[in-house]
């Protein structure tokens, strides 16, 4: 065997082609490669009552379940049924003594902050203190959208009774109740600074009500003519009843066209007088900031 693999070494690439084609691949393997594949050692036991023989080429490994342990069910109670449901206002009820604490953590910090001399640690409280004021403000103004939409649904429940349409709040409606409140905050704060802004401040709910006026009278005026195109369907009518029909369905029309102009008209004036009361505001918060900045 070792001669004939001598004599194929030594042999050329062709003459080696050659030979594989006359006996073929598989005898060509055996003899080139002496004996084929190698054949894997199965480790088998000589008798049962013996250990198996196990490579030692493979690592044994280390972790080994010996007494079964019971697996930690780990509970996140925010996310738990059995905790309950978050009940917003119980919530702020039970934890409402936090913000005494607060008041009291502060008033500590303003005492360090006039103590202190060294401009790292001044600048560290002052930080803490600006936070904490905006964190003061920010749960303020929650809590008085909160007071209004509650208001708001209130009376939207009162008129649901009454038998109107519900409506639900967008978060535009809710905007608009939120500018509507800061107006009449501002008309409170700025009578004697600003007479004109208290002017605009009062008649905004005034245009609010003419709007509503408007819109009701259109919607009147439509079911009126609703009712006239019903009646008119019946066959049982006369000419002169058709006619004053038609003729009162006319009146109505003309009515709406005169309501909608009127209506586009305040929608207009709303808009300005918005927009000039915005201005007001954000002249009044820069103001408001340079004096506390000095």
């Given at each position: 065997m070792e001669e004939i693999h001598k004599e194929l070494s030594e042999m050329t690439f062709e003459e080696l082609q050659k030979f594989k084609d006359k006996v073929g691949i598989n005898m060509?393997?055996?003899?080139?490669?002496?004996?084929?594949?190698?054949?894997?050692?199965?480790?088998?036991?000589?008798?049962?009552?013996?250990?198996?023989?196990?490579?030692?080429?493979?690592?044994?490994?280390?972790?080994?379940?010996?007494?079964?342990?019971?697996?930690?069910?780990?509970?996140?109670?925010?996310?738990?049924?059995?905790?309950?449901?978050?009940?917003?206002?119980?919530?702020?009820?039970?934890?409402?003594?936090?913000?005494?604490?607060k008041e009291k953590e502060k008033r500590i910090l303003k005492k360090k902050l006039k103590k202190t001399k060294d401009p790292k640690k001044q600048e560290k409280l002052h930080y803490i203190l600006t936070r904490m004021e905006q964190q003061k403000l920010a749960s303020e103004q929650d809590k008085k959208q909160k007071t209004l939409e509650h208001k708001w649904r209130s009376e939207e429940k009162e008129m649901i009774q009454q038998g109107k349409k519900p409506y639900f709040l967008k978060k535009s409606d809710k905007k608009l109740l939120e500018i509507v409140e800061k107006y009449k905050e501002l008309k409170e704060k700025s009578k004697a600074?600003?007479?004109?802004?208290?002017?605009?401040?009062?008649?905004?709910?005034?245009?609010?009500?003419?709007?509503?006026?408007?819109?009701?009278?259109?919607?009147?005026?439509?079911?009126?003519?609703?009712?006239?195109?019903?009646?008119?369907?019946?066959?049982?009518?006369?000419?002169?009843?058709?006619?004053?029909?038609?003729?009162?369905?006319?009146?109505?029309?003309?009515?709406?066209?005169?309501?909608?102009?009127?209506?586009?008209?305040?929608?207009?004036?709303?808009?300005?007088?918005?927009?000039?009361?915005?201005?007001?505001?954000?002249?009044?918060?820069v103001i408001y900031a340079i004096i506390h900045i000095r």
């Open positions: 060509f393997n055996k003899i080139y490669h002496k004996s084929g594949k190698a054949k894997k050692k199965k480790f088998q036991r000589e008798n049962k009552n013996r250990p198996m023989e196990m490579s030692s080429k493979k690592p044994v490994s280390r972790h080994r379940n010996v007494i079964p342990v019971p697996k930690k069910i780990i509970r996140d109670p925010r996310f738990d049924n059995l905790s309950g449901e978050y009940n917003e206002q119980f919530f702020q009820k039970a934890y409402s003594f936090i913000d005494d604490v600074t600003c007479p004109y802004f208290s002017e605009l401040a009062s008649t905004m709910p005034s245009i609010f009500g003419q709007i509503e006026a408007v819109e009701k009278g259109i919607k009147a005026c439509r079911t009126h003519i609703e009712r006239i195109d019903k009646s008119l369907r019946e066959k049982h009518l006369t000419d002169e009843e058709r006619l004053s029909f038609l003729d009162c369905q006319d009146r109505l029309r003309n009515q709406i066209k005169k309501h909608e102009k009127e209506l586009k008209a305040l929608r207009y004036e709303n808009l300005k007088s918005m927009i000039l009361a915005v201005i007001f505001f954000c002249i009044l918060c």
